[in-house]
């Protein structure tokens, strides 16, 4: 079945240091990758998508690409903040299902 | 304007009580959905409702029961509650659930606590 990994965390990072939090998937067909964050006590919330293969999903700062042939979604951002902090989750879904599989979460420190 | 509000936010109660969280969306999507999200953060779909017909039902127990009276309202009741039942329960809505790039809107989440 469908299914999304992620790196464990936590991940405990300096202000202003390159993050990469990895992701790979297992799908058929072409699914559609998303990332999530969610900051403490609220809900998920979609930070970026990509629907294609070669798609790259931007917003904030972060960025995502959509990679076919490593089948991965890797999430980075060139310069993080304490307010970043956060749990960041990979999830895909698939055209003609009404799945969302998330992958397990992790969870991004950002120190001042 | 709140997109998808759950009520209550927080609920504790006894084991062997019966709850029932509400989720209501005004965004006008068609499909809405139950999460449970558990202490380690790990994110589970338990049903979804497309259209107020049910077209995911995972293997929750049936003690679980959804009950969508139209498409902007899913509700949850959980009878005979269990301590194992203690989690976050996040309602989502979407446009078209199937077509594969709609995404996800959450609620803020309803934190169970069974004692």
């Known amino acids: 079945g469908d299914s999304v990994t992620q790196m464990e965390g936590p991940v405990t990072l300096s202000e202003e240091a390159f993050l990469t939090i990895n992701c790979t998937y297992t799908?058929?067909?072409?699914?559609?990758l998303f990332w999530y964050v969610q900051y403490p006590g609220e809900g998920l919330q979609l930070l970026l998508k990509?629907?294609?293969?070669?798609d790259k999903g931007s917003n904030k700062g972060f960025e995502a690409t959509y990679r076919k042939e490593t089948t991965s979604f890797h999430l980075e951002k060139g310069s993080v903040q304490v307010s970043d902090s956060a749990v960041y989750f990979c999830?895909?879904?698939?055209?003609?299902?009404?799945?969302?599989?998330f992958g397990t979460g992790t969870r991004l420190k950002v120190l001042a | 304007d709140t997109a998808v509000s759950q009520t209550p936010k927080y609920l504790v109660t006894q084991m062997g009580n019966d709850k029932s969280i509400k989720c209501e969306q005004n965004?006008?999507?068609?499909?809405m959905y139950w999460y449970k999200q558990d202490s380690k953060k790990f994110l589970k779909i338990m049903f979804s409702?497309?259209?107020?017909?049910?077209?995911i039902n995972e293997t929750v127990p049936n003690r679980f029961s959804p009950k969508s009276p139209d498409k902007a309202h899913l509700n949850l009741h959980i009878n005979s509650l269990e301590l194992g039942d203690s989690a976050v329960y996040f309602c989502?809505?979407?446009?078209?659930?199937?077509?594969?790039?709609?995404?996800?809107?959450f609620g803020a989440g309803s934190r169970l606590t069974v004692l």
């Open positions: 999830a895909l879904s698939r055209s003609g299902t009404y799945k969302y599989i």
């Open positions: 989502a809505s979407s446009q078209g659930g199937g077509a594969g790039a709609n995404v996800l809107t």
């Open positions: 799908a058929t067909g072409y699914p559609s």
């Open positions: 409702y497309n259209n107020k017909e049910l077209i």
């Open positions: 965004l006008g999507h068609d499909t």
């Open positions: 990509a629907t294609k293969a070669d």
